[in-house]
């Protein structure tokens, strides 16, 4: 049978009949509503938020490569390698960082060609090393003027540990038939159009995240 309770809200009188199996749920229900708030059941759990910094590095097994006493139309080629020792795999690229020395390269044309290999795979290939600086050879490209680039590529996604074998090959044309007095001489002097003051070509080995240029 059911049962009549009086509840007081706001100084009135309720008259509140419930069956006697719902006595207690509702009852409860309707004083959480009168005190203005509902209760429910709740649950929790702790955790906490770490994390690593991963790294881009690399080490060479060599900083210094030389060509050796170069004749027109032999090639030579000087080879060396870079490691993984980051954390992550990364993209691995060379780059000429010296705009001078790069234009001394690419102010040769026909007269010298430039050979650039990763992993035993032809990277840059060219005959005509004209960056196009006062005169034309045709449009920069494997068909006309092929300048050395600034940055180039050599491996993408090298997993930490691999290494990376890149070389360099270059050689006079076999119609430069010029020579100092002496004989001998510097390797790829400039800068152009003055006294040279410096020789050779820098480069760096930058190691970048994948997909990331230098």
Same mark, same amino acid.
Request: with cysteine; proline share 5%; charged share 15%.
């Given at each position: 049978m059911g049962k009549h309770f009086m509840l007081s809200r706001n100084n009135r009188r309720v008259r509140v009949a419930v069956g006697a199996g719902s006595l207690a749920l509702v009852a409860a229900g309707l004083?959480?509503?009168? /005190?203005g708030s509902l209760a429910y059941f709740t649950d929790s759990q702790s955790g906490s938020l770490t994390g690593s910094v991963g790294s881009i590095k690399g080490a060479? *097994?060599? #900083?210094?490569?030389?060509?050796?006493?170069?004749?027109?139309?032999? $090639? &030579?080629? $000087?080879?060396?390698?870079?490691? /993984?020792?980051?954390?992550? !795999? &990364?993209?691995?690229?060379?780059?000429?960082? !010296?705009?001078?020395?790069l234009h001394a390269l690419n102010d040769l044309g026909t007269y010298g060609e430039f050979h650039i290999k990763a !992993?035993?795979?032809?990277?840059?290939?060219?005959? /005509?090393?004209?960056? /196009? &600086?006062? !005169? *034309?050879?045709?449009?920069?490209?494997?068909?006309?003027c092929w300048?050395?680039?600034?940055?180039?590529?050599?491996?993408s996604n090298v997993v930490p540990?691999?290494?990376?074998?890149?070389?360099?090959?270059?050689?006079?044309?076999?119609?430069? #038939?010029? &020579?100092?007095?002496?004989?001998?001489g510097v390797w790829n002097a400039y800068p152009v159009g003055g006294s040279p003051t410096a020789s050779g070509l820098p480069f760096k080995i930058v190691e970048t995240q994948v997909g990331q240029q230098p």
């Open positions: 004083i959480g509503s009168v /005190n060479v *097994s060599t #900083s210094t490569l030389a060509f050796t006493n170069l004749l027109p139309g032999e $090639v &030579q080629t $000087v080879d060396a390698y870079m490691r /993984n020792t980051g954390l992550n !795999n &990364q993209d691995v690229w060379v780059v000429f960082d !010296n705009a001078d020395a !992993n035993g795979v032809a990277k840059f290939d060219s005959a /005509n090393l004209n960056d /196009n &600086q006062g !005169n *034309s050879c045709g449009p920069l490209s494997p068909a006309g300048p050395v680039p600034q940055k180039l590529k050599l491996a540990g691999d290494t990376v074998t890149y070389s360099f090959g270059f050689g006079y044309a076999s119609k430069l #038939s010029t &020579q100092s007095t002496e004989g001998g």
